[in-house]
Protein backbone atom coordinates (compact mmCIF):
# COMPACT_ATOMS: atom_id res chain seq x y z
CA UNK A 1 0.00 0.00 0.00
CA UNK A 2 1.42 3.23 -0.91
CA UNK A 3 2.12 6.06 1.41
CA UNK A 4 1.20 9.28 2.03
CA UNK A 5 4.79 11.21 1.85
CA UNK A 6 3.25 14.57 1.59
CA UNK A 7 4.70 15.50 -1.98
CA UNK A 8 1.32 16.06 -3.30
CA UNK A 9 -0.24 19.19 -2.64
CA UNK A 10 -2.91 19.74 -5.43
CA UNK A 11 -5.10 16.85 -7.05
CA UNK A 12 -7.11 18.24 -10.64
CA UNK A 13 -9.99 16.48 -10.71
CA UNK A 14 -11.42 18.12 -13.82
CA UNK A 15 -13.22 16.00 -16.36
CA UNK A 16 -12.29 16.67 -19.70
CA UNK A 17 -14.41 19.24 -22.13
CA UNK A 18 -17.37 17.14 -23.99
CA UNK A 19 -17.90 18.66 -27.07
CA UNK A 20 -21.03 20.30 -27.15
CA UNK A 21 -23.76 18.32 -29.40
CA UNK A 22 -23.80 19.89 -32.60
CA UNK A 23 -26.68 22.59 -32.73
CA UNK A 24 -30.45 21.54 -34.42
CA UNK A 25 -31.31 22.43 -37.38
CA UNK A 26 -32.96 25.95 -37.53
CA UNK A 27 -36.73 26.02 -38.51
CA UNK A 28 -37.48 26.68 -42.04
CA UNK A 29 -38.31 30.21 -42.96
CA UNK A 30 -41.48 32.07 -43.35
CA UNK A 31 -43.17 35.25 -44.17
CA UNK A 32 -41.66 36.90 -40.54
CA UNK A 33 -37.41 35.64 -42.03
CA UNK A 34 -35.22 38.22 -43.29
CA UNK A 35 -34.64 42.21 -42.88
CA UNK A 36 -37.78 42.35 -45.43
CA UNK A 37 -40.64 40.97 -47.40
CA UNK A 38 -38.24 40.50 -50.45
CA UNK A 39 -35.50 38.62 -48.12
CA UNK A 40 -38.65 36.09 -46.90
CA UNK A 41 -39.87 35.40 -50.31
CA UNK A 42 -36.48 34.46 -51.45
CA UNK A 43 -35.56 32.42 -47.99
CA UNK A 44 -38.49 30.70 -48.77
CA UNK A 45 -37.95 29.57 -52.45
CA UNK A 46 -34.43 28.77 -51.99
CA UNK A 47 -35.29 26.23 -48.65
CA UNK A 48 -38.02 24.85 -51.16
CA UNK A 49 -35.35 24.20 -53.96
CA UNK A 50 -36.80 26.18 -56.67
CA UNK A 51 -35.46 28.75 -58.88
CA UNK A 52 -36.77 32.29 -60.26
CA UNK A 53 -37.02 30.96 -63.25
CA UNK A 54 -39.70 27.94 -61.82
CA UNK A 55 -41.70 30.62 -59.99
CA UNK A 56 -41.91 33.02 -62.99
CA UNK A 57 -43.32 30.11 -65.25
CA UNK A 58 -46.02 29.38 -61.98
CA UNK A 59 -46.91 33.21 -61.44
CA UNK A 60 -46.47 34.78 -64.94
CA UNK A 61 -44.21 37.44 -64.01
CA UNK A 62 -40.96 38.02 -65.58
CA UNK A 63 -37.94 37.05 -63.53
CA UNK A 64 -36.60 40.63 -63.74
CA UNK A 65 -39.83 41.65 -61.46
CA UNK A 66 -38.86 38.81 -59.19
CA UNK A 67 -35.53 39.56 -58.64
CA UNK A 68 -36.73 43.07 -58.19
CA UNK A 69 -38.92 42.23 -55.13
CA UNK A 70 -36.21 39.78 -53.63
CA UNK A 71 -33.99 42.96 -53.61
CA UNK A 72 -36.54 45.38 -52.82
CA UNK A 73 -35.33 47.68 -55.70
CA UNK A 74 -38.89 49.20 -56.38
CA UNK A 75 -37.48 51.76 -59.10
CA UNK A 76 -37.08 48.37 -61.23
CA UNK A 77 -40.91 47.90 -60.53
CA UNK A 78 -44.30 48.68 -61.91
CA UNK A 79 -46.67 51.34 -60.21
CA UNK A 80 -47.49 49.98 -56.91
CA UNK A 81 -50.86 48.20 -57.52
CA UNK A 82 -48.94 45.95 -59.70
CA UNK A 83 -46.52 45.21 -57.00
CA UNK A 84 -48.90 44.72 -54.64
CA UNK A 85 -50.23 41.78 -57.24
CA UNK A 86 -46.63 40.54 -57.78
CA UNK A 87 -46.18 39.88 -54.41
CA UNK A 88 -49.20 38.12 -54.05
CA UNK A 89 -48.62 35.94 -56.62
CA UNK A 90 -45.21 35.09 -55.44
CA UNK A 91 -46.05 33.98 -51.54
CA UNK A 92 -49.32 32.00 -53.42
CA UNK A 93 -46.60 30.16 -55.51
CA UNK A 94 -44.22 29.50 -52.41
CA UNK A 95 -47.79 27.63 -50.87
CA UNK A 96 -48.02 31.01 -48.22
CA UNK A 97 -50.04 33.24 -46.99
CA UNK A 98 -50.30 35.89 -50.02
CA UNK A 99 -52.67 38.58 -47.98
CA UNK A 100 -50.04 38.29 -45.04
CA UNK A 101 -47.11 38.93 -47.66
CA UNK A 102 -48.56 41.99 -48.89
CA UNK A 103 -49.28 43.07 -45.50
CA UNK A 104 -45.69 42.76 -44.64
CA UNK A 105 -44.70 44.84 -47.67
CA UNK A 106 -46.93 47.88 -47.08
CA UNK A 107 -45.39 47.69 -43.57
CA UNK A 108 -41.41 47.62 -45.40
CA UNK A 109 -42.60 50.14 -48.20
CA UNK A 110 -45.42 52.28 -46.63
CA UNK A 111 -47.64 53.92 -49.35
CA UNK A 112 -46.59 57.73 -50.08
CA UNK A 113 -49.99 59.09 -51.00
CA UNK A 114 -51.41 57.75 -47.36
CA UNK A 115 -51.86 60.28 -44.55
CA UNK A 116 -49.10 59.75 -41.58
CA UNK A 117 -50.69 58.69 -38.14
CA UNK A 118 -50.43 61.33 -35.55
CA UNK A 119 -47.32 61.39 -33.31
CA UNK A 120 -47.50 59.39 -30.36
CA UNK A 121 -48.51 61.02 -26.79
CA UNK A 122 -50.52 63.85 -28.69
CA UNK A 123 -53.95 64.03 -27.39
CA UNK A 124 -56.89 65.19 -29.67
CA UNK A 125 -59.57 67.94 -28.78
CA UNK A 126 -59.27 71.11 -27.72
CA UNK A 127 -57.50 72.65 -25.31
CA UNK A 128 -59.75 73.04 -21.83
CA UNK A 129 -58.62 76.25 -20.40
CA UNK A 130 -59.84 77.62 -24.00
CA UNK A 131 -63.15 76.67 -22.54
CA UNK A 132 -62.63 77.54 -19.06
CA UNK A 133 -61.87 81.06 -20.62
CA UNK A 134 -65.16 81.04 -23.04
CA UNK A 135 -67.54 80.39 -20.22
CA UNK A 136 -65.95 83.31 -17.72
CA UNK A 137 -66.28 85.77 -21.02
CA UNK A 138 -70.08 84.58 -21.37
CA UNK A 139 -70.43 84.91 -17.04
CA UNK A 140 -68.99 88.67 -17.47
CA UNK A 141 -70.77 89.59 -20.86
CA UNK A 142 -74.76 88.34 -18.82
CA UNK A 143 -73.18 89.76 -15.32
CA UNK A 144 -73.22 93.26 -17.46
CA UNK A 145 -76.38 92.89 -19.62
CA UNK A 146 -78.66 91.96 -16.26
CA UNK A 147 -76.92 95.14 -14.25
CA UNK A 148 -78.08 97.55 -17.60
CA UNK A 149 -81.13 96.07 -17.13
CA UNK A 150 -81.87 96.25 -13.20
CA UNK A 151 -80.86 99.92 -13.53
CA UNK A 152 -82.56 101.19 -16.17
CA UNK A 153 -86.05 99.51 -14.48
CA UNK A 154 -84.85 101.34 -11.49
CA UNK A 155 -84.15 104.86 -12.64
CA UNK A 156 -86.89 104.77 -15.39
CA UNK A 157 -89.80 107.03 -13.66
CA UNK A 158 -93.26 105.35 -13.45
CA UNK A 159 -95.85 106.54 -16.05
CA UNK A 160 -98.68 109.47 -15.22
CA UNK A 161 -102.31 108.84 -15.47
CA UNK A 162 -104.28 109.93 -18.69
CA UNK A 163 -107.94 111.18 -17.97
CA UNK A 164 -110.27 108.57 -19.31
CA UNK A 165 -112.32 109.98 -21.96
CA UNK A 166 -116.38 108.91 -21.94
CA UNK A 167 -117.10 106.53 -25.24
CA UNK A 168 -119.10 107.72 -27.13
CA UNK A 169 -122.27 105.47 -28.68
CA UNK A 170 -121.57 103.36 -31.63
CA UNK A 171 -123.96 104.43 -33.69
CA UNK A 172 -126.07 102.00 -36.20
CA UNK A 173 -124.25 101.71 -39.61
CA UNK A 174 -126.94 102.35 -42.34
CA UNK A 175 -124.94 99.14 -44.29
CA UNK A 176 -125.27 97.03 -41.12
CA UNK A 177 -127.21 93.89 -41.67
CA UNK A 178 -130.66 93.66 -39.69
CA UNK A 179 -130.74 90.91 -37.14
CA UNK A 180 -131.60 87.48 -38.23
CA UNK A 181 -135.12 86.59 -37.11
CA UNK A 182 -135.84 82.56 -36.67
CA UNK A 183 -137.57 80.78 -39.84
CA UNK A 184 -136.94 84.46 -42.67
CA UNK A 185 -135.55 83.52 -45.54
CA UNK A 186 -132.23 85.37 -46.01
CA UNK A 187 -129.97 86.30 -48.62
CA UNK A 188 -126.25 85.29 -49.57
CA UNK A 189 -123.66 87.88 -50.92
CA UNK A 190 -121.33 88.39 -53.94
CA UNK A 191 -118.69 85.60 -53.79
CA UNK A 192 -114.92 86.80 -52.76
CA UNK A 193 -112.67 86.47 -56.15
CA UNK A 194 -109.99 83.69 -55.16
CA UNK A 195 -106.71 84.02 -53.42
CA UNK A 196 -103.97 85.22 -55.35
CA UNK A 197 -101.59 82.01 -56.29
CA UNK A 198 -97.86 82.58 -54.84
CA UNK A 199 -96.32 79.18 -55.69
CA UNK A 200 -97.32 78.91 -59.78
CA UNK A 201 -94.31 77.49 -61.40
CA UNK A 202 -92.22 79.31 -64.09
CA UNK A 203 -93.41 78.57 -67.55
CA UNK A 204 -91.84 75.51 -69.06
CA UNK A 205 -88.95 76.10 -72.23
CA UNK A 206 -88.30 74.22 -74.58
CA UNK A 207 -84.64 73.10 -75.19
CA UNK A 208 -82.77 74.34 -78.05
CA UNK A 209 -85.86 76.34 -78.69
CA UNK A 210 -83.99 79.67 -77.95
CA UNK A 211 -80.97 78.78 -80.28
CA UNK A 212 -83.49 77.72 -83.10
CA UNK A 213 -85.12 81.23 -82.79
CA UNK A 214 -82.28 83.20 -82.70
CA UNK A 215 -80.40 80.89 -85.80
CA UNK A 216 -83.90 81.51 -87.24
CA UNK A 217 -83.45 85.60 -86.83
CA UNK A 218 -79.90 85.84 -87.48
CA UNK A 219 -80.69 83.90 -91.48
CA UNK A 220 -83.84 86.03 -91.87
CA UNK A 221 -81.34 89.18 -91.09
CA UNK A 222 -78.81 87.76 -93.63
CA UNK A 223 -81.86 87.33 -96.19
CA UNK A 224 -82.99 91.11 -95.65
CA UNK A 225 -79.76 92.76 -95.60
CA UNK A 226 -79.78 93.76 -92.29
CA UNK A 227 -77.16 93.51 -89.28
CA UNK A 228 -77.41 90.57 -87.19
CA UNK A 229 -79.88 90.90 -84.19
CA UNK A 230 -77.81 90.58 -80.99
CA UNK A 231 -77.53 87.20 -79.13
CA UNK A 232 -80.51 85.69 -77.28
CA UNK A 233 -77.72 83.42 -75.50
CA UNK A 234 -74.15 82.49 -75.81
CA UNK A 235 -74.40 79.66 -77.88
CA UNK A 236 -71.71 76.55 -77.10
CA UNK A 237 -68.19 76.68 -78.93
CA UNK A 238 -67.93 74.12 -81.27
CA UNK A 239 -65.20 71.42 -81.35
CA UNK A 240 -62.05 72.47 -82.54
CA UNK A 241 -60.37 71.18 -85.62
CA UNK A 242 -57.62 68.39 -85.69
CA UNK A 243 -55.54 71.86 -87.27
CA UNK A 244 -55.77 73.83 -83.98
CA UNK A 245 -55.05 70.81 -81.61
CA UNK A 246 -51.41 70.34 -80.44
CA UNK A 247 -49.43 67.97 -83.03
CA UNK A 248 -47.08 66.00 -80.62
CA UNK A 249 -47.53 64.99 -77.37
CA UNK A 250 -46.03 67.58 -74.23
CA UNK A 251 -46.52 66.59 -70.87
CA UNK A 252 -48.21 68.96 -68.94
CA UNK A 253 -48.35 67.65 -65.87
CA UNK A 254 -48.14 63.81 -64.12
CA UNK A 255 -48.18 61.38 -66.64
CA UNK A 256 -50.00 58.31 -64.68
CA UNK A 257 -50.09 54.50 -65.66
CA UNK A 258 -47.09 52.04 -66.49
CA UNK A 259 -43.77 52.64 -67.49
CA UNK A 260 -42.96 53.21 -71.10
CA UNK A 261 -41.60 50.35 -71.37
CA UNK A 262 -44.44 48.05 -71.15
CA UNK A 263 -46.96 51.18 -71.99
CA UNK A 264 -49.12 50.78 -75.69
CA UNK A 265 -47.92 53.75 -77.22
CA UNK A 266 -50.96 54.97 -76.47
CA UNK A 267 -51.20 58.33 -74.28
CA UNK A 268 -54.50 60.39 -73.16
CA UNK A 269 -54.08 63.74 -71.98
CA UNK A 270 -56.97 65.76 -70.75
CA UNK A 271 -57.62 68.91 -72.03
CA UNK A 272 -59.99 69.88 -69.23
CA UNK A 273 -60.83 69.10 -66.07
CA UNK A 274 -62.81 65.60 -66.39
CA UNK A 275 -62.56 61.83 -65.26
CA UNK A 276 -61.97 58.71 -67.19
CA UNK A 277 -61.90 54.76 -65.79
CA UNK A 278 -60.09 52.33 -67.76
CA UNK A 279 -60.95 48.43 -67.68
CA UNK A 280 -59.50 45.35 -68.91
CA UNK A 281 -61.39 42.70 -71.15
CA UNK A 282 -63.17 41.08 -67.98
CA UNK A 283 -64.39 44.30 -66.01
CA UNK A 284 -61.42 44.48 -64.11
CA UNK A 285 -60.72 48.55 -63.28
CA UNK A 286 -57.08 49.32 -63.87
CA UNK A 287 -57.27 53.22 -63.97
CA UNK A 288 -59.97 55.61 -62.46
CA UNK A 289 -59.26 59.42 -61.60
CA UNK A 290 -60.48 62.91 -62.30
CA UNK A 291 -57.52 64.38 -63.97
CA UNK A 292 -56.54 67.80 -64.20
CA UNK A 293 -55.90 69.88 -67.46
CA UNK A 294 -52.44 69.24 -68.71
CA UNK A 295 -52.60 65.44 -66.84
CA UNK A 296 -52.42 62.10 -68.83
CA UNK A 297 -52.69 58.69 -68.79
CA UNK A 298 -50.45 55.78 -70.10
CA UNK A 299 -52.11 52.57 -71.41
CA UNK A 300 -50.65 49.52 -71.07
CA UNK A 301 -49.73 46.81 -73.58
CA UNK A 302 -52.86 44.64 -72.40
CA UNK A 303 -55.02 42.92 -74.75
CA UNK A 304 -58.43 44.53 -74.50
CA UNK A 305 -57.92 47.55 -72.97
CA UNK A 306 -60.74 50.14 -73.09
CA UNK A 307 -60.86 53.63 -72.13
CA UNK A 308 -64.15 55.09 -70.94
CA UNK A 309 -65.09 58.90 -70.37
CA UNK A 310 -68.30 61.18 -70.17
CA UNK A 311 -67.48 64.67 -71.59
CA UNK A 312 -67.31 65.87 -75.11
CA UNK A 313 -63.97 67.20 -76.09
CA UNK A 314 -62.21 66.70 -72.74
CA UNK A 315 -59.65 64.41 -73.79
CA UNK A 316 -56.82 64.05 -76.70
CA UNK A 317 -55.17 61.14 -77.95
CA UNK A 318 -51.77 60.24 -78.71
CA UNK A 319 -50.15 57.56 -80.40
CA UNK A 320 -46.46 57.58 -80.33
CA UNK A 321 -46.32 60.96 -79.91
CA UNK A 322 -48.30 62.15 -82.57
CA UNK A 323 -52.44 63.05 -82.22
CA UNK A 324 -54.99 61.16 -83.02
CA UNK A 325 -58.12 63.55 -82.63
CA UNK A 326 -60.15 63.74 -79.77
CA UNK A 327 -61.21 60.92 -77.59
CA UNK A 328 -65.09 59.93 -78.24
CA UNK A 329 -67.32 59.66 -75.24
CA UNK A 330 -68.16 56.42 -74.40
CA UNK A 331 -66.11 53.34 -73.97
CA UNK A 332 -63.36 53.26 -76.60
CA UNK A 333 -60.52 49.98 -77.30
CA UNK A 334 -57.17 51.31 -77.04
CA UNK A 335 -56.01 48.96 -80.09
CA UNK A 336 -57.68 51.54 -82.14
CA UNK A 337 -55.45 54.02 -81.70
CA UNK A 338 -52.15 51.64 -80.70
CA UNK A 339 -49.14 51.92 -83.70
CA UNK A 340 -49.15 48.36 -85.00
CA UNK A 341 -45.64 46.34 -85.38
CA UNK A 342 -44.13 46.38 -88.60
CA UNK A 343 -44.50 43.02 -90.71
CA UNK A 344 -41.28 41.05 -91.24
CA UNK A 345 -39.74 41.15 -94.57
CA UNK A 346 -40.79 37.83 -97.08
Known sequence: ???DTGGLTDLDYRA????APASVE???????????IGAALRALREFKGLSQEDVAETTRVRRAYLAAIEDMRMEALPS???TV???????LALGVDGDAAVRRFRQDIPDPDQSLPEPLGVQGGRDPRLMLVAVAGAVIIAAIFI?????RVVTEPEPKAQPVAAAAPIAPSATAPAPAVPGAPFALGEPLPPPVESTTPPPYETPGLQAASQAAAVKAAEDRGEPAPPPLLELPKPAPTPAELPAAFTAQGQVYGPPPAEASGVVVQARKPASMVVRGADGTVYFARQLAAGEAYRAPALPGIVVDVSEVDAFQVFSGGESKGLLPTGPTAVSKFAQKAPSAAP
Open 1 to 3: MPL
Open 16 to 19: EEVP
Open 26 to 36: SSPPSLASGAN
Open 80 to 82: RPF
Open 85 to 91: GYVRAYA
Open 147 to 151: WNVVQ
